[in-house]
C-alpha cells in the first residue's frame, strides 16, 4: 500500500465513505467506532467529515498499555485535527472509554482481506480482541481494492469479518473458507 499515493488513499476513503451511504450501513443515531488512518491506507477522514455531519458520536482507537480502547471524540474535532502519536496515527489525548460491544457501528481497516472475511491485520491482535462480543451485523471491515488477496490465512482467534467495503461497493462475505485445492480448481481470482 506504500506504493498508492495520498491521493489514491484520500479517493478511496471519499469512495467508500459513498458506499456507507448507498448501502445503509449507518446508523441514524448513536456511536461509530471508526480508525484514525496511517499515511499508507484507506483515508478515513472522509468517513469521519461523514459521521460529524449526520451528528453521529464518533470513539476512536487508542493505546493503552498492550490494549487498544476506543476514546469518545468531541463532536467538533475532525480527526485531522487530533494529536498524533508515535506512529504519527492521529490519536484522541483524552476522553470517555466505549466498550465496541456498545457502539452502534465498528468500522475496521486491516493490511489485507478475502472475500470470506478474512481479515490481515497489523499481527498483534488488538482488533480481534476488541471485537469480541461485538454482533457481526455491527462491523464493517475498510479497504481499497489492492488489499484484495485470495485467502488470508487465520489463526484461531481471529475474527472473521461478514461484511466488507471496498470503492467498488459492499461485500456480504460467505462464512466457508475454501480448501485451497479447490479453489485453485474453480480459478477462484484474487479478487
Known amino acids: 500500500m506504500r506504493s498508492l499515493s495520498p491521493q489514491t488513499h484520500h479517493q478511496a476513503g471519499v469512495d467508500v465513505a459513498a458506499v456507507f451511504i448507498a448501502a445503509g450501513l449507518l446508523p441514524r443515531a448513536g456511536t461509530v467506532a471508526l480508525f484514525a ?28 498499555g498492550n490494549e487498544l480502547v476506543f476514546v469518545v471524540v468531541d463532536s467538533d474535532a475532525a480527526i485531522h485535527d487530533l494529536p498524533r502519536d508515535r506512529l504519527g496515527i492521529p490519536t484522541p489525548a483524552a476522553g470517555p472509554v466505549m466498550s465496541l460491544a456498545a457502539c452502534d457501528l465498528v ?34 471491515g475498510v479497504l481499497e481494492e489492492a488489499q484484495w488477496v485470495k485467502q488470508v490465512p487465520l489463526e484461531t482467534h481471529d475474527r472473521r469479518l461478514a461484511r466488507l467495503a471496498s470503492p467498488a461497493g459492499l461485500v456480504r462475505c460467505s462464512a466457508a473458507v475454501p480448501d485451497a485445492a479447490a479453489s485453485a480448481d474453480k480459478g477462484v481470482d484474487d479478487g
Open 37 to 64: 488512518s496511517r499515511v499508507d491506507e484507506l483515508d478515513s477522514a472522509p468517513l469521519d467529515d461523514l459521521l460529524r455531519r449526520r451528528g453521529l458520536t464518533r470513539a476512536l482507537p487508542r493505546m493503552e
Open 107 to 140: 468500522v475496521v481497516p486491516g493490511l489485507a482481506f478475502d472475500r470470506h472475511g478474512g481479515r490481515l491485520g497489523y499481527g498483534r491482535g488488538f482488533y480481534d480482541r476488541a471485537l469480541v462480543g461485538v454482533e457481526d451485523d455491527r462491523v464493517v
